[in-house]
């Protein structure tokens, strides 16, 4: 009892116990859509939010609530939901706070679909945002408005690496009763938990390092219990009578996890975007190991730096824990462990050289994903944010020739190799 | 609902119903540092089983200001001019923990009004070791933090929950931490320096209901065994988790409640 158990203990047992009716050790695969009720009265109270159960799995299943659980304990959060991807969590948790006429702040160097989605999609109905450099604590308070109803960014930004100050912007947040809300997909728990500096609430693409194997989209909302939905005028639908079960309060029911009980009640009955039981499976695979990986991911990443930067093909390099970087100091605070295995650069030659690198490795990946246990490459030019302008492009810190690499788990010598390959074909195209 | 009590803006948690004074009332007293959240399985489930649910979050304690109450007669005390207040006639008493020790009193103050006490995870003694006493004062958020981990069995260290996705440290430290931060104080110091529940417990003749927990390190098993003997004919259960057994075994706990309720006249 009470043992208090540390990171690596937790990435492989929370969420679950084997069951004394069949012992399975590894978390079943409860591949079902419903669960047969006791009674009228249990199925009442269930649909109800009396008493905590299953009733439907777009709601819940055990499969997705083990996964749940487990980011829960790693992140030290209230209570988390899983969802069927990352996006689908981003679109959860700002529906679930903002209505028409409210205003978002948030950092204007993410990934390409959380912009889109507060840039394009949320105006539509009647949620605008304003966008704000990450780094720039001052600016993120100017831009807070008295309609503000949540603060979101990335801790390591995709694609940029810039990093959020994250306990000064909690600060900021916290002294406005705003909600700081976090994608921590490139850190995961292991590199820094966002609970502990001040923010409020993260939102995960399990798909990446948490999943860690490229076989499974995921996403989840980690809930960390820790902010004060009580204003009625400012949260009326999480602390006000809400339409669900007969005029609820979801703050004053369920408190610190109320933001999810809100989510499940309305977002998952509602939009319905739940995680299938398999592929929470095989998430929870992956964060079984997630504690070696990312040390290995961290590892092989320093490695790669040490190599690209005395590279005389390479143009420049961006990574948080180079101090060349320029949130180097914040990253060394926030993230002791490392920023991530996501490494930029330019390599000599711009454009059609960062193309011809691409295309002659042969163990790197080109594809549109991160942290993945392999190797990955794009160039985001010409995939990920190809519908930008090279202005707005350089607004979030991008360049043309620039080359997002995912750091995987082989053997250092050998991407080495692969990364050699892809120079001397540069090399022969700049001849 | 929130109401002006004593002068002091006072919320008492209600299990998503209006209050209805002409119904039986469960009126259920959280433990040390807690609040109504320690309820959050049990207030909505019973309001809608038909019965008036009042869960108040005791002075600085969740959503109601107000000073601390500095001793268990001071807690009881408070408690029954509630009732007075809300007009409430025919009231079961369910305590958890320290709530358990509230309930003895009452049982003292309460002439008729009182139809049954409930006791879960309770003992008529809870000594506080000087340690924790001493870091309530000087660091409530550390000892609230040390009292969720030590309050949970096995559930809480393995991330295991009846509800899906939550997490009882997570959840419990934060239900803790909305308490005025010296409320957990007053409440470890009252629970330790409450020395009449034996004549307390001997002094019960309502019907009495005790749920306890098999590995509670906060009130253990042990003792709560002694207390249930002191009590007359007092219905006893063990459930298999640790102190915070209203989140910890809510399904079984609610169960064993109702069935006691529907013994009652
Ligand atoms: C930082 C970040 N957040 C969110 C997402 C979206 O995740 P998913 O693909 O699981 O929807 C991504 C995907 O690349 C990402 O990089």
Same mark, same amino acid.
């Given at each position: 009892?009470?043992?208090?158990?540390?990171?690596?203990?937790?990435?492989?047992?929370?969420?679950?116990?084997?069951?004394?009716?069949?012992?399975?050790?590894?978390?079943?695969?409860?591949?079902?859509?419903? $669960?047969?009720?006791?009674?009228?009265?249990?199925?009442?109270?269930? $649909?109800?939010?009396?008493?905590?159960?299953?009733?439907?799995?777009?709601?819940?299943?055990?499969?997705?609530?083990?996964?749940?659980?487990?980011?829960?304990? !790693?992140?030290?959060?209230?209570?988390?939901?899983?969802?069927?991807?990352?996006?689908?969590?981003?679109?959860?948790?700002?529906?679930?706070?903002?209505?028409?006429?409210?205003?978002?702040?948030?950092?204007?160097?993410? $990934?390409?679909?959380?912009?889109?989605? !507060?840039?394009?999609?949320?105006?539509?109905?009647?949620?605008?945002?304003?966008?704000?450099?990450?780094?720039?604590?001052?600016?993120?308070?100017?831009?807070?408005?008295?309609?503000?109803?949540?603060?979101?960014?990335?801790?390591?930004?995709?694609?940029?690496?810039?990093?959020?100050?994250?306990?000064?912007?909690?600060?900021?947040?916290?002294?406005?009763?705003?909600?700081?809300?976090?994608?921590?997909?490139?850190?995961?728990?292991?590199?820094?938990?966002?609970?502990?500096?001040?923010?409020?609430?993260?939102?995960?693409?399990?798909?990446?390092?948490?999943?860690?194997?490229?076989?499974?989209?995921?996403?989840?909302?980690?809930?960390?219990?820790?902010?004060?939905?009580?204003?009625?005028?400012?949260?009326?639908?999480?602390?006000?009578?809400?339409?669900?079960?007969?005029?609820?309060?979801?703050? #004053?029911?369920?408190?610190?996890?109320?933001?999810?009980?809100?989510?499940?009640?309305?977002?998952?009955?509602?939009?319905?975007?739940?995680?299938?039981?398999?592929?929470?499976?095989?998430?929870?695979?992956?964060?079984?190991? *997630?504690? *070696?990986?990312?040390?290995?991911?961290?590892?092989?990443?320093?490695?790669? !730096?040490?190599?690209?930067?005395?590279? #005389?093909?390479?143009?420049?390099?961006?990574?948080?824990?180079?101090?060349?970087?320029?949130?180097?100091?914040?990253?060394?605070?926030?993230?002791?462990?490392?920023?991530?295995?996501?490494?930029?650069?330019?390599?000599?030659?711009?454009?059609?050289?960062?193309?011809?690198?691409?295309?002659?490795?042969?163990?790197?990946?080109?594809?549109?994903?991160?942290?993945?246990?392999?190797?990955? !490459?794009?160039?985001?030019?010409?995939?990920?944010?190809?519908?930008?302008?090279?202005?707005?492009?350089?607004?979030?810190?991008?360049?043309?020739?620039?080359?997002?690499?995912?750091?995987?788990? #082989?053997?250092?010598?050998?991407?080495?190799?692969?990364? #050699?390959?892809?120079?001397?074909?540069?090399?022969?195209?700049?001849? | 609902?929130?109401?002006?009590?004593?002068?002091?803006? &006072?919320?008492? @948690?209600?299990?998503?119903?209006?209050?209805?004074? &002409?119904?039986?009332?469960?009126?259920?007293?959280?433990?040390?540092?807690?609040?109504?959240?320690?309820?959050?399985?049990?207030?909505?489930?019973?309001?809608? +089983?038909?019965?008036?649910?009042?869960?108040?979050?005791?002075?600085?304690?969740?959503?109601?200001?107000?000073?601390?109450?500095?001793?268990?007669?001071?807690?009881?005390?408070?408690?029954?001019?509630?009732?007075?207040?809300? +007009?409430?006639?025919?009231?079961?008493?369910?305590?958890?923990?320290?709530?358990?020790?509230?309930?003895?009193?009452?049982?003292?103050?309460?002439?008729?009004?009182?139809?049954?006490?409930?006791?879960?995870?309770?003992?008529?003694?809870?000594?506080?070791?000087?340690?924790?006493?001493?870091?309530?004062?000087?660091?409530?958020?550390?000892?609230?933090?040390?009292?969720?981990?030590?309050?949970?069995?096995?559930?809480?260290?393995?991330?295991?929950?009846?509800?899906?996705?939550?997490?009882?440290? @997570?959840?419990?430290?934060?239900?803790?931490?909305?308490?005025?931060? &010296?409320?957990?104080?007053?409440?470890?110091?009252?629970?330790?320096?409450?020395?009449?529940?034996?004549?307390?417990?001997?002094?019960?003749?309502?019907?009495?209901?005790?749920?306890?927990?098999?590995?509670?390190?906060?009130?253990?098993?042990?003792?709560?065994?002694?207390?249930?003997?002191?009590?007359?004919?007092?219905? &006893?259960?063990?459930?298999?988790?640790?102190?915070?057994?209203?989140?910890?075994?809510?399904?079984?706990?609610?169960?064993?409640?109702?069935?006691?309720?529907?013994?009652?006249?």
């Amino acid at each position: 009892m009470s043992e208090n158990y540390k990171f690596d203990t937790l990435s492989l047992h929370a969420g679950h116990i084997p069951d004394k009716e069949t012992g399975s050790r590894a978390v079943p695969i409860y591949q079902t859509t419903s $669960y047969v009720f006791n009674s009228t009265e249990e199925a009442a109270s269930l $649909y109800n939010m009396e008493v905590g159960g299953h009733l439907y799995t777009r709601i819940s299943n055990p499969t997705v609530a083990a996964l749940e659980q487990r980011l829960a304990a !790693l992140e030290g959060g209230a209570s988390a939901l899983a969802c069927s991807s990352g996006m689908a969590a981003m679109h959860l948790v700002i529906s679930a706070i903002c209505s028409s006429g409210d205003h978002i702040v948030a950092s204007s160097k993410m $990934y390409g679909a959380n912009i889109n989605l !507060l840039q394009h999609t949320m105006p539509r109905f009647g949620v605008n945002t304003d966008f704000v450099n990450p780094n720039d604590p001052e600016a993120i308070k100017k831009a807070i408005k008295p309609n503000t109803k949540l603060v979101f960014g990335e801790v390591i930004g995709n694609p940029g690496l810039d990093i959020m100050d994250v306990p000064e912007i909690a600060k900021i947040c916290n002294s406005k009763n705003i909600p700081l809300i976090l994608d921590a997909t490139f850190n995961t728990p292991y590199l820094m938990q966002p609970f502990k500096h001040g923010a409020n609430i993260i939102v995960h693409s399990l798909t990446k390092w948490l999943g860690g194997h490229g076989i499974a989209i995921g996403g989840a909302i980690v809930n960390g219990g820790n902010f004060d939905w009580g204003d009625k005028d400012k949260f009326p639908t999480i602390s006000g009578p809400h339409f669900a079960l007969g005029g609820i309060s979801f703050w #004053e029911e369920f408190g610190p996890s109320a933001l999810i009980a809100k989510i499940r009640a309305e977002g998952m009955y509602n939009f319905g975007p739940s995680l299938s039981p398999t592929n929470a499976f095989h998430l929870m695979q992956g964060i079984e190991t *997630l504690p *070696l990986r990312m040390k290995k991911h961290i590892e092989n990443t320093h490695s790669i !730096l040490d190599f690209l930067v005395s590279h #005389e093909m390479v143009e420049w390099v961006k990574h948080p824990d180079l101090e060349t970087h320029p949130d180097h100091e914040v990253a060394k605070r926030i993230l002791p462990k490392g920023s991530g295995s996501i490494v930029a650069f330019g390599i000599k030659g711009g454009r059609e050289a960062g193309k011809a690198f691409i295309e002659s490795v042969q163990l790197a990946s080109h594809l549109a994903n991160v942290g993945d246990a392999k190797t990955l !490459l794009i160039h985001p030019g010409s995939t990920t944010h190809s519908h930008l302008s090279s202005e707005a492009m350089k607004e979030g810190g991008l360049t043309d020739d620039m080359i997002r690499l995912s750091v995987g788990l #082989e053997d250092f010598n050998d991407i080495k190799k692969d990364f #050699e390959r892809g120079f001397k074909a540069v090399k022969k195209l700049n001849k | 609902m929130i109401i002006n009590f004593k002068g002091a803006k &006072t919320y008492i @948690g209600t299990g998503g119903k209006s209050l209805d004074n &002409t119904k039986k009332t469960l009126c259920f007293l959280h433990g040390s540092g807690q609040n109504h959240f320690s309820f959050i399985q049990q207030a909505r489930f019973f309001a809608y +089983k038909g019965y008036s649910v009042i869960a108040p979050d005791m002075p600085a304690h969740g959503f109601s200001d107000g000073n601390p109450c500095k001793s268990i007669k001071e807690n009881a005390d408070w408690i029954s001019d509630l009732l007075v207040d809300l +007009k409430l006639k025919n009231v079961v008493v369910i305590g958890h923990s320290q709530g358990c020790l509230v309930a003895l009193e009452l049982n003292r103050i309460l002439k008729s009004t009182l139809e049954a006490l409930i006791f879960v995870a309770g003992s008529n003694e809870i000594p506080v070791n000087q340690f924790l006493l001493d870091l309530s004062k000087e660091n409530p958020q550390k000892a609230s933090q040390m009292m969720v981990t030590w309050g949970h069995g096995i559930d809480g260290d393995m991330s295991i929950n009846k509800w899906p996705g939550h997490s009882h440290y @997570g959840e419990g430290n934060n239900i803790m931490c909305m308490n005025k931060s &010296t409320a957990l104080k007053y409440d470890l110091h009252s629970c330790n320096d409450y020395s009449d529940g034996i004549d307390a417990a001997k002094n019960v003749k309502v019907p009495a209901l005790a749920v306890l927990a098999k590995y509670d390190q906060m009130t253990p098993l042990k003792s709560g065994l002694k207390f249930v003997e002191l009590i007359k004919n007092c219905e &006893t259960h063990i459930l298999d988790c640790g102190h915070f057994l209203p989140s910890e075994r809510p399904v079984e706990l609610n169960s064993i409640i109702n069935s006691f309720l529907s013994k009652l006249k």
